[in-house]
């Protein structure tokens, strides 16, 4: 005879594990979150002026995730929105934007890239 769990310890134990999940989702910052999420060999066929034109564009593109990051709001709806819209693109284009910087370096490429924003400058999380 098949042992047979009940519907309510089954639920239970799924929001405790959800529980669980939501909870040490808060140790790992974006940028661990973002590296995950980004191929390391992403940029190595690229030449020292396509990383330059890349990032560029990586740039501006978080310019603009961190304008409607702010734009949804401070308050819970503009929290939730953020969340669930714009944060994970964010997150993965300031992963491609390190990486991309590495990638920068390893080359030895000669130039410089738009200065990286500092660890604190991030745009709020929310």
Avoid: W
Wanted: aromatic residues 4%; hydrophobic residues 45%.
């Amino acid at each position: 005879m098949p042992l047979t769990i009940p519907k309510s310890r089954i639920a239970l134990r799924a929001g405790i594990a959800g529980l669980a999940v939501m909870a040490l989702s808060g140790c790992a910052s974006d940028e661990t979150a973002g590296s995950l999420l980004v191929s390391p060999g992403k940029f190595t066929l690229f030449t020292c002026p396509d990383l330059v034109r890349h990032e560029a564009g990586l740039l501006a593109r978080q310019r603009v995730l961190e304008g409607l990051i702010a734009k949804a709001g401070p308050d819970a709806d503009g929290r939730f929105v953020s969340a669930i819209a714009y944060r994970p693109e964010y997150t993965t284009v300031r992963a491609e934007r390190n990486l991309l910087r590495r990638v920068f370096a390893e080359k030895e490429c000669q130039g410089s890239l738009t200065p990286a924003p500092a660890a604190g400058a991030m745009a709020p999380r929310r």
